[in-house]
């Protein structure tokens, strides 16, 4: 006869799947120095050493986490379909889905700003550093596209403009967090098109 155990263990990619997370849901309400691998195994419901044989030490949960939320992004922004409309229409609806993207997993914004990022593991800078490249990249080409369409100012870096608008979505994004969540993140998204990308507009039908 099976054993029932056996029948309902999960497989190892599973289990790594689940404590990535529970590590997310934790940093919904707790920072990323309160997440600790005795409580995240407790949320998991398994024990600390049984999470030790998918994750040697936090760091590692950390690095799974970022590469976790780089793949949400990346399948979001390809479920958006962008490339059936024009870089100006593309620029909006970006803005508008990673202020929802954030509003809805909060735990986005504490990982960035973590003390974790400034002074602890090198590599788990360089992942996240290589996180907002992605998004820099992403952005500065819808910016030169819309340059080369007329749509924007010839005069604008791209790469400038794009940190600017991912350090605008940040400094918003940890107002809120110090606010304890008090409005609408994805709400402010018509007041950052409205300062940015209608300011990038070529002036006077020129550039």
Same mark, same amino acid.
């Given at each position: 006869?099976?054993?029932? @155990?056996?029948?309902?263990? @999960?497989?190892?990619?599973?289990?790594?799947?689940?404590?990535?997370?529970?590590?997310?849901?934790?940093?919904?309400?707790?920072?990323?120095?309160?997440?600790?691998? !005795?409580?995240?195994? @407790?949320?998991?419901?398994?024990?600390?050493?049984?999470? $030790?044989?998918?994750?040697?030490? @936090?760091?590692?949960?950390?690095?799974?986490?970022?590469?976790?939320?780089?793949?949400?992004?990346?399948?979001?922004?390809?479920?958006?379909?962008?490339?059936?409309?024009?870089?100006?229409?593309?620029?909006?609806?970006?803005? !508008?889905?990673?202020?929802?993207?954030?509003?809805?997993?909060?735990?986005?914004?504490?990982?960035?700003?973590?003390?974790?990022?400034?002074?602890?593991?090198?590599?788990?800078?360089?992942?996240?550093?290589?996180?907002?490249?992605? $998004?820099?990249?992403?952005?500065?080409?819808?910016?030169?596209?819309?340059?080369?369409?007329?749509?924007?100012?010839?005069?604008?870096?791209?790469?400038?403009?794009?940190?600017?608008?991912?350090?605008?979505?940040?400094?918003?994004?940890?107002?809120?967090?110090?606010?304890? $969540?008090?409005?609408?993140?994805?709400?402010?998204?018509?007041?950052?098109?409205?300062? $940015?990308?209608?300011?990038?507009?070529?002036?006077?039908?020129?550039?």
């Amino acid at each position: 006869m099976d054993n029932p @155990k056996r029948r309902t263990r @999960k497989t190892a990619e599973v289990r790594r799947h689940d404590i990535i997370i529970a590590a997310m849901e934790m940093l919904r309400t707790e920072s990323v120095s309160r997440l600790t691998t !005795r409580e995240l195994a @407790k949320a998991v419901g398994i024990a600390q050493p049984t999470l $030790f044989l998918h994750f040697g030490n @936090k760091t590692q949960v950390l690095l799974a986490l970022v590469d976790h939320v780089q793949e949400q992004l990346q399948q979001g922004l390809r479920s958006q379909n962008l490339q059936q409309f024009t870089p100006l229409e593309r620029l909006r609806m970006v803005i !508008r889905f990673h202020l929802k993207f954030i509003q809805q997993q909060p735990g986005i914004p504490r990982l960035l700003f973590s003390e974790e990022i400034q002074t602890g593991d090198p590599v788990l800078r360089e992942r996240i550093h290589g996180l907002i490249g992605f $998004f820099l990249e992403f952005l500065g080409a819808q910016i030169r596209e819309g340059q080369q369409r007329g749509e924007l100012r010839a005069d604008l870096d791209p790469q400038q403009s794009a940190c600017l608008l991912i350090a605008s979505v940040q400094g918003l994004a940890f107002r809120w967090i110090l606010s304890e $969540f008090r409005f609408v993140l994805e709400e402010q998204a018509e007041l950052m098109i409205s300062t $940015f990308l209608d300011g990038w507009r070529p002036r006077n039908g020129g550039a």
